[in-house]
């Protein structure tokens, strides 16, 4: 008798190194409360903090140097979280196999310690948790990429593009003009035509995400008469060469950045000390090997899989040929770890 088929819960997917994960359900969520950059990247790194446990009625505790990245003072900590648990957001959801919309807070009761360098202690609200506990779709996020975007409309294309990119036999997804404008948080009554949203936000997000992350990304207005209505939302994964120029981006501070995705640097400035993780990637991966990946090992995190690879190869005398030995690892790894 075959084994029934068991699918793949978000909460079960590892993060890594040089990844997190995000489930499904909180990336393309409408903000009924608009949020900032900083907001979505300190929520991204509540929720890895808390990973291990995330579907549990437990408190979690992280320092707030943690939070606060690049910037010296906790202050803005404070107001990110404020906005957090305001927040109410729509996320689409399944119950009993029906569609449904959930409203919920991003963030329950928190606890931050006065001093400079405390803690910070916090909950997920249970009606989240139990929305996590049954995702199973999710973004796995470079927190590379995730620092390096500039714009909560970036980072929020981003997101989009990593949940769907592991996706077999899709490329491209449309969404009515108010759809897309909810799911990137335009606050209501901006950027109300299509001229201004792809100016403003659309434009410099393709631009950027297509820079620095592993896909090329286009936005495509689609017309109804006259007027544009819809979008579609295309997304392909880039060649070698194509992914080493995205990691060339990384290494340059925002302003080379910014020139490079809008293609108008002639030359940049010395770059910054390559990451750890650059290093430890090595050569990129054919398209056509993932797309082998997927289908020989349906459910499995493909790019979990990937890292697990590259931390284990980065002990080994480089590979003649990447791509079969990924796959052999692959091979290997899911052997030892059925789902």
């Known amino acids: 008798m075959a084994k029934p088929s068991t699918r793949y ?3 079960d997917a590892r993060p890594s190194k040089e990844s997190l994960v995000k489930p499904g359900e909180l990336v393309d969520l409408i903000e009924v409360t608009p949020l900032t950059l900083t907001d979505r990247r300190i ?3 509540l929720l890895e903090n808390a990973w291990e446990a995330i579907d549990k009625p437990v408190l979690h505790v992280i320092a707030k140097a943690d939070l606060r990245g690049s910037h010296n ?5 404070g107001e990110s979280i404020e906005r957090l648990m305001s927040a109410i957001v729509r996320v689409e959801a399944v119950w009993d196999g ?3 919309i959930e409203r919920v807070q991003l963030l329950g009761g928190n606890l931050e310690m006065s001093r400079a360098d405390g803690l910070f202690e916090y909950e997920i609200p249970p009606r989240l948790r139990k929305i996590i506990s049954n ?29 769907r990119g592991n996706l077999r036999w899709r490329s491209s997804e449309k969404f009515s003009l108010d759809a897309l404008r909810g799911v990137l948080g335009v606050p209501k009554g901006k950027l109300t035509s299509w001229s201004n949203l792809r100016l403003r936000a ?4 393709v631009s950027e995400v297509s820079a620095l992350s592993d896909y090329m990304v286009e936005i495509l207005p689609i017309k109804t008469g006259r007027s544009v209505t819809h979008v579609e939302l295309k997304w392909w994964r880039k060649d070698g060469e194509a992914t080493g120029k995205a990691e060339r981006a990384l290494q340059f ?4 950045r910014h020139a490079k995705a809008k293609g108008t640097a002639e030359e940049l400035a010395s770059p910054k000390p390559r990451p750890d ?9 054919r398209t056509e090997t993932y797309e082998t990946a997927k289908l020989r090992h349906p459910g499995y995190d493909i790019y979990y899989v990937e890292g697990e690879w590259r931390a284990w190869a980065a002990t080994k005398e480089p590979a003649a040929d990447p791509d079969r030995a990924f796959l052999a690892f692959f091979r290997k790894f899911a052997d030892a770890n059925p789902i």
């Open 135 to 163: 995702s199973t779709i999710f973004a796995r996020l470079q927190r590379e990429v995730m620092f390096a975007l500039s714009s909560k409309y970036a980072l929020t294309l981003y997101e989009m593009v990593q949940k």
């Open 43 to 45: 929520y991204n790194q």
């Open 202 to 205: 659309v434009d410099p997000a």
């Open 9 to 11: 819960r978000t909460v």
């Open 73 to 77: 003072s906790n202050d803005r900590i």
């Open 277 to 285: 993780w650059l290093t430890r990637r090595g050569a990129a991966l």
């Open 98 to 100: 029906q569609a449904a």
């Open 253 to 256: 501070a925002s302003p080379g």
